[in-house]
Every structure is written in C-alpha cells, then in structure tokens.
C-alpha cells in the first residue's frame, strides 16, 4: 500500500523567506501527487498536482513543487513567504492512478513578521 | 456557484448514539467522498459514492454508512459513536469518478 512522509511536524520562516517543505512517498510505480493547504476553519484546497510529464509543477498562490523519482520525494517551495500562508500542508499520494489520496499527517507553517 | 457545502457545522454526541452528516457537491458535480481528520492527522479515505452507490471503501468498520440521493447529495452515518470518532469530517465532490475532488470545510464532531 502506498504511503506518505512528510518529516517536519512545524516549520517555522520569516515573512519574506523562502520556503521547502518536504514529502516522501511509498510506492512501488509512478504515482500521483498532490499538494493540500488546510487553513483554519477551512476545507482542504488543492495546491497543485503532479500525474506525468513535466517534474516540476506550478500551482496556485505561487506554489511549485519538484517530482524526483530517484528520492521518493515531491517537495512543495515557494520564493518568498507571505503572513496569509500560514497554514496547514498535507502531500498525498494516489496510487494505481487513484484520485483518492492518501495523506500525510501535515506540517504546520507558522510565518513570522 | 456555492462549492461544497456540509451540514451541520459542528456536532456534540455521546457515546453510543448515532449520527447523520450531510453533504451537498459543487454544482455540476456527481461523485462524493467522504473522509475522517483526526485532531493532529491527515484526513483518511473512508468511502466514495457514484450513481447511488458505494465505490469504494477505505479501512473503516460497518458502522460507518453512507447514501447518495439522486441530486448527488450525500449522507454519512455512524453507529454506536466512540470517543474515538471525534474528528473532522470532510466531504469531496468531483465530476464523475476520475477527477481529483473538491473540498468541503467540514463539520466537526464531538463524542463525550
């Protein structure tokens, strides 16, 4: 079964800063891949997504994120940090071409002034 | 256009009751998963419904129900609650099965 990492609990940037966010996955072909933001009191809004072709994959709110085949991994970034990003992020895996996601557990982004 | 809606917004239950969440898809949409977000965790896939009927189903016990009406709409249904079944219960909606879903802000649940 497939399965997600994501290794930091809390990251904490400054307004301004530039931002990674990591996430690893278990699967043993091609997956799908996908980048949630969960703010407070809200649903989950889709980020981007990843199903073939390009590795690196722009989204919404000025998001990308890399696919590497070779590290497992699909690591969300963004330039520069804004107050309004502090949020929660889940990476999720659909496998066997599913659109149902597995999740991680999250990271939480607090942003300081 | 509304985007997915869920009612109620929260819920206080005790052990050993039953509950009915509602969810209703975005316009044009006729495919509605459900999923359980535990305090601290990511949400978890319980089960998906097309065409009035259950497609697919995570790892969840029978006490968990569903029903989709023919205006797409959805219900979730727990039995026997457990402490255990607080949590944030989301709706997703897509158009038809293959497409990546449509969140809902959820409706959150308290067992004492």
């Known amino acids: 079964a497939q399965s997600v990492t994501q290794p930091d609990i809390h990251i904490t940037v400054s307004e301004g800063a530039s931002l990674e966010l990591r996430c690893n996955y278990s699967y043993g072909a091609t997956p799908y891949l996908f980048w949630y933001v969960q703010s407070p009191g809200q649903g989950l809004q889709l980020l981007l997504k990843?199903?073939?072709?390009?590795?690196l994959v722009q989204g919404i709110k000025g998001f990308e994120a890399e696919f590497k085949r070779s590290q497992s991994s699909f690591n969300l970034r963004k330039p520069s940090v804004h107050w309004s990003d502090a949020a929660e992020y889940f990476c999720a895996v659909g496998a066997g071409g599913s659109y149902i996601p597995t999740f991680g557990r999250g990271t939480s982004l607090i942003v300081h002034p | 256009d509304a985007g997915v809606t869920q009612s109620p917004t929260h819920l206080i239950k005790t052990r050993g009751q039953q509950v009915t969440l509602r969810c209703s898809p975005k316009?044009?949409?006729?495919?509605v998963s459900w999923y359980q977000q535990a305090l601290g965790q990511g949400p978890q896939f319980i089960f998906q419904y097309y065409e009035e009927e259950e497609r697919q189903r995570g790892n969840f016990p029978d006490r968990f129900s569903g029903h989709q009406f023919p205006n797409y709409s959805s219900e979730l249904n727990v039995n026997a609650l457990l402490l255990g079944d607080s949590a944030l219960y989301l709706c997703?909606?897509?158009?038809?099965?293959?497409?990546?879903?449509?969140f809902g802000p959820g409706t959150r649940l308290t067992v004492l």
């Open positions: 316009s044009g949409h006729d495919t």
């Open positions: 990843y199903f073939s072709g390009d590795t």
């Open positions: 997703a909606s897509s158009s038809r099965r293959g497409q990546v879903g449509f």
